[in-house]
């Protein structure tokens, strides 16, 4: 009898010990300096955390991850259901087509989705060369660009090639100085450096301000605004080199 209990006794101090263990490795996988967009409670994630973890952890470390949006966010549904069924039901959105991408970004992304319809890249392209957002901005890992990605090269896919015309030079310059300021960060970071939030923001303008003019196509717009914004982005590349 005693040794019978000394065994129920190990037996559920190594379940308690297994429990404690699963709790810690949810904690890592969803700790704050991963992120804290995403409630453990979320039943998107319990399920898909099984299936697509690879994905998950992309959405993690994504801008919208980082923003505090969940699943449910974009893709609708009901995150606090656990049947597949219910959590599929409210309006969800599985793989959006373009015009479901337009209106699902345009939820927040107001601005940019007015310029985009009017733009050359919704109502000029040709059959099966409308670009979309996820085309151009991924889609569970937006922000998290691979350290090899060119604006100005992602581009020249189709401006340039036997579909479109080149971009007028002023616009190569605008596109490629972003290359540059995000390459400058990046290699300032690994090397141990940080720029100031002063400069991180003077960046993000730079990109608004071309996101501005790609979003609308706009030209004529970019032709002109284009030497004050690589002369804006020349000041942040210096200030990126002298920072410590």
């Not at 979309?132 to 691979?146: E, I, K, M, T």
């Not at 991180?200 to 002109?224: F, N, P």
């Not at 590349?237 to 920072?243: I, P, Q």
């Amino acid at each position: 009898m005693r040794a019978a209990r000394i065994r129920n006794i190990r037996r559920a101090l190594a379940y308690s010990l297994l429990a404690i263990g699963c709790l810690l490795l949810a904690a890592t996988i969803l700790s704050p300096k991963a992120s804290t967009a995403i409630p453990s409670v979320d039943g998107c994630v319990s399920c898909h955390q099984k299936q697509n973890a690879a994905v998950l952890a992309l959405f993690v470390r994504s801008t919208h991850g980082q923003a505090g949006k969940s699943c449910s966010s974009c893709h609708g549904g009901d995150p606090s259901a656990t049947d597949k069924q219910a959590a599929h039901g409210a309006g969800f959105v599985g793989k959006p087509t373009a015009a479901e991408q337009l209106r699902m970004c345009g939820n927040c992304h107001r601005a940019q989705m007015v310029a985009f319809r009017g733009s050359r890249h919704a109502a000029g392209a040709q059959p099966g060369q409308r670009p979309d957002c996820v085309q151009c901005h991924g889609a569970h890992g937006v922000g998290v660009r691979p350290a090899d990605f060119s604006l100005s090269y992602y581009c020249s896919g189709c401006h340039g090639l036997e579909y479109l015309p080149a971009l007028p030079s002023q616009w190569r310059d605008m596109l490629a100085v972003s290359d540059e300021i995000r390459n400058s960060i990046r290699e300032r970071e690994e090397a141990g450096s940080h720029p100031s939030s002063d400069v991180i923001t003077r960046a993000k303008d730079i990109r608004r301000q071309i996101a501005e003019v790609v979003h609308a196509t706009d030209l004529q717009s970019g032709i002109e605004r284009s030497a004050d914004i690589v002369k804006q982005g020349e000041a942040v590349k210096k200030a990126v080199a002298s920072s410590k």
